[in-house]
């Protein structure tokens, strides 16, 4: 029965995935760059520039650990590299920071693509024990190094800066250009552009043959080796494709807050973002995204009774991964096309005995 | 000579620690295939029920360890009807699991601190003293905790390999519906792995919190992210293997600890599993597993 009047609903439905992509973009961007002339209060504006380093890494891990299915824990690690290698750099050359930004950048997708090679063989929780490995490799090492690499006066700064990690390495000068007032709302932008960059990076991948490997890859990695994809080549390549924006987040956040330091490795960070890919939906394009503002809010409302904090972010994480596997995308979607009641409809689903 | 036996001892303290941490976790992943990333919480748990029923309800020090047996499985049952129960039947709950566990130990871990606060105490159910040995203290609850891993391991062994119940595990952990299909009554062995984990872990906790390490909510986390490593050098689910690479590991932990830098155990220890992992993908003694699909 085709119908003469097409509903909004049956419209965006026609639409193909990619157009769809661009309006939500759109959606989110216009949003994003009117944020500031709503309530520019430097509150608000820093709270939206982490918002923005989060949904920055988190949409890059999506494409590892969602699209591709590989359950990498590594990504905070990679986020170092990046940062470290930029404050280094500047610290130790002198040079500016816009410039080591793209040098991290270029080390993250290096050190990222070997984390790859090093998972081909392994599997599932293996592939997490070792990725983990890495991030508390990575973190020890930094925390306990405490031979002295030069001196300021009497003072012993470590080569990695050790567990106060590294500061006093310059910023992106929006300072002395803008002066204070404008310098933050220029860093907004920078973010907001350092996110919508990556996303229409990890876009591309998703929408193009490169996601079709990796998607084949998670979904029957047997079948898809007999259809020709070469598994080593493309696990290596998903790793080293999200190292570039992860990394150069990483700098940016060193540039921002003009210091870095091994907590980033703590795990609770490691969760946060989890909890984020999560809730958003593991695998969706605008997942990461959606679970990175959803959790924002919900912590910005469980500050008041912060003791509850991460109790709350550990239970929304579980009724999550247990009753809404798709996440708030996937029930999007099923609201979107089936109307309210999918979720009662998913829920007695979840209770009826399944064939496993 | 003096420094052999120092670094002997300590190894063997930390490896009885390891040891402890590794067993309740490998056997949850060689039954169920679940990576339990709340194992450093559970392990804690065991430490305070012993602490709390000691100090709070001034029961003797015996005490504590039916009291964290207790606690363990009560826990095992919560895990179980909250989490398992719900994800058990999903294609992917070998992630899944590792999801929902991380999330489990962020909120116990917060209750334990709203509860006890974050300060150390004192494990009361311990045996202090040891032995002299050429100068060197061998104290006796390093000698409890190797006995009692020990015993764990070939008690388990025992009931896996030996008993009715035993079979009915490793029915299930071979082939679910295989199982399911033969009358094995899949969902309640899950309830009772889980409360099996929960109960060793608790144990553990104890022994754990009676020997070097003070009691407090993160009192797990670091043998459990060590037990990690040393299961998958093992092979996840190799409960003996994982008992020995313990003590091989610490004594090789404390050696590097001694010669190199105090540092730099840790470090050695994880560039090892990285290694060993990427040259055996199943650890040394894992068994290659078909994939479920």
């Known amino acids: 029965m085709y119908s003469r009047v097409i509903s909004f609903r049956d419209h965006v439905n026609r639409m193909a995935p990619s157009r769809r992509d661009v309006w939500i973009g759109l959606f989110f961007l216009v949003i994003a760059i009117a944020l500031p002339f709503i309530d520019n209060s430097r509150s608000l504006l820093s709270t939206v520039i982490l918002l923005f380093i989060w949904a920055s890494i988190v949409t890059q891990w999506n494409l590892i650990f969602g699209v591709a299915g590989i359950f990498s824990l590594a990504q905070m690690a990679v986020f170092c590299i990046g940062g470290y290698t930029a404050a280094m750099l500047s610290l130790y050359f002198g040079w500016s920071l816009w410039f080591t930004s793209i040098l991290g950048a270029f080390m993250a997708v290096f050190v990222s693509a070997i984390i790859g090679a090093a998972t081909i063989r392994l599997r599932g929780a293996y592939v997490a024990l070792l990725t983990l490995g890495v991030a508390v490799v990575m973190q020890v090492m930094i925390m306990s190094d405490s031979n002295c690499f030069y001196y300021e006066g009497v003072t012993c700064y470590n080569f990695t800066g050790g567990p106060r990690g590294l500061s006093s390495f310059g910023d992106f000068g929006f300072r002395d250009w803008l002066g204070y007032k404008v310098s933050l709302l220029a860093k907004y932008y920078l973010a907001l552009l350092l996110l919508v960059l990556g996303t229409i990076f990890v876009l591309f991948i ?23 994809i070469n598994r080593v080549k493309y696990q290596i390549l998903v790793f080293a494709l999200s190292g570039f924006f992860t990394g150069l987040s990483g700098a940016f956040y060193a540039g921002h807050y003009k210091t870095i330091g091994p907590t ?39 500050k008041i009774y912060a003791e509850w904090r991460y109790v709350g972010m550990g239970a929304i994480t579980i009724f999550f991964i247990i009753l809404l596997r798709q996440g708030v995308v996937g029930l999007i979607e099923g609201i979107w096309n089936r109307g309210p009641e999918f979720v009662f409809e998913s829920v007695r689903h979840w209770n009826r005995p399944r064939p496993s | 000579m003096e420094s052999f036996l120092q670094i002997v001892f300590s190894g063997l303290t930390l490896g009885a620690m390891y040891a402890l941490s590794a067993v309740g976790l490998t056997l949850l992943w060689g039954v169920v295939g679940m990576l339990n990333m709340s194992q450093g919480v559970m392990l804690a748990i065991g430490g305070y029920a012993s602490y709390s029923a000691i100090t709070y309800l001034g029961l003797p020090w015996p005490f504590g360890l039916p009291a964290a047996i207790l606690g363990g499985f009560v826990t095992g049952v919560v895990f179980y009807y909250v989490i398992v129960r719900w994800m058990y039947r999903s294609p992917t709950f070998e992630v899944g699991i590792i999801i929902a566990t991380v999330g489990a130990a962020i909120v116990l871990e917060s209750l334990m601190i709203r509860i006890f606060s974050g300060y150390p105490l004192d494990q009361p159910f311990s045996l202090p003293g040891g032995f002299r040995i050429g100068g060197i203290l061998l104290p006796y609850q390093t000698l409890v905790n190797l006995f009692i891993a020990g015993l764990m391991t070939v008690g388990l062994g025992w009931v896996l390999r030996r008993t009715r119940f035993g079979r009915a595990i490793r029915a299930t952990a071979q082939h679910r519906d295989a199982a399911q299909l033969l009358g094995v009554p899949v969902a309640k062995i899950y309830l009772q792995v889980m409360v099996m984990a929960g109960i060793i872990a608790a144990i553990s906790g104890v022994m754990l919190t009676a020997s070097v390490a003070n009691l407090s909510p993160y009192v797990g986390t670091n043998p459990m992210l060590k037990a990690f490593f040393i299961c998958a050098i093992a092979g996840l689910g190799n409960i003996p293997a994982a008992v020995g690479a313990s ?4 004594l090789l932990e404390g050696a590097i600890q001694y010669s190199v830098g105090g540092s730099y155990g840790f470090p050695a220890m994880l560039a090892l599993a990285i290694l060993v992992l990427i040259w055996r993908p199943y650890g040394l003694f894992g068994e290659r597993t078909v994939e479920r699909s």
Do not use: E, K
């Not at chain 1, 990796?214 to 979904?219: G, H, M, V």
């Not at chain 1, 703590?266 to 605008?286: E, H, N, S």
């Open chain 1, 206 to 228: 998703i929408r193009g043959p490169f996601g079709y490997a990796f998607r084949a890859l998670r979904d029957n990695d047997t079948n898809a080796r007999s259809q020709g």
């Open chain 1, 264 to 302: 980033m490795l703590d795990f609770p960070v490691l969760l946060l973002l989890l909890a984020m890919m999560v809730i958003g939906g593991l695998g969706r394009p605008w997942g990461p995204l959606l679970g990175c503002i959803l959790l924002m809010v919900i912590d910005d409302f469980l």
């Open chain 2, 247 to 250: 003590l091989v590991l610490a």
